[in-house]
């Protein structure tokens, strides 16, 4: 099963993304602030991380950068998921491996779970493609 750690302050959003995850079929887990997330990533180590920029606390970015310096979070996938303008995203997400940007307010939770089932399919592939050219 496929797990997604989801890290967003505002908690209707935050259990409003848990149901709709679970009920297709993923493990999940959430945390209100990017203290908190960074502990529950770590033991977790989700395939997916659904991440807030705007939090108390540890921003989203503050996250991001710690969570890189970490060997073992160097390669976890990671869409940031909010409701600021892009002119008011911080510049060093660019260089942080993000997946891309969802506006929160743009999707439905149908939409934003159709991204992440895309994102987790083209990494299982890239797997298997590997996998294949090891034979």
């Known amino acids: 099963m496929k797990k997604i750690a989801i890290i967003e302050d505002d908690q209707a959003i935050s259990q409003m993304y848990r149901m709709k ?3 297709d079929g ?3 887990e959430t945390a209100e602030n990017g203290k908190i997330g960074l502990e529950l990533v770590e033991k977790m180590k989700p395939d997916i991380i659904l991440l807030d920029i705007m939090m108390p606390e540890m921003t989203g970015d503050e996250m991001l ?3 890189r310096d970490e060997p073992w979070g160097k390669n976890i996938k990671v869409l940031v ?4 303008g892009e002119q ?3 510049k060093s997400l ?4 993000v997946l891309g940007i969802i506006m929160k ?3 439905t939770p149908r939409q934003v779970s159709l991204r992440v089932k895309s994102e987790l399919e083209k990494i299982r592939n890239r797997v298997s493609n590997q996998e294949t ?3």
Do not use: G
């Not at 660019?94 to 491996?97: A, E, G, K, N, V």
């Open 21 to 23: 995850f679970e009920n």
């Open 26 to 28: 993923y493990e999940v």
């Open 65 to 67: 950068k710690k969570l």
């Open 81 to 84: 998921l909010t409701n600021i």
């Open 88 to 90: 008011e995203l911080p």
């Open 94 to 97: 660019s260089t942080m491996d």
């Open 105 to 107: 307010a743009e999707l």
């Open 133 to 135: 050219e090891l034979v």
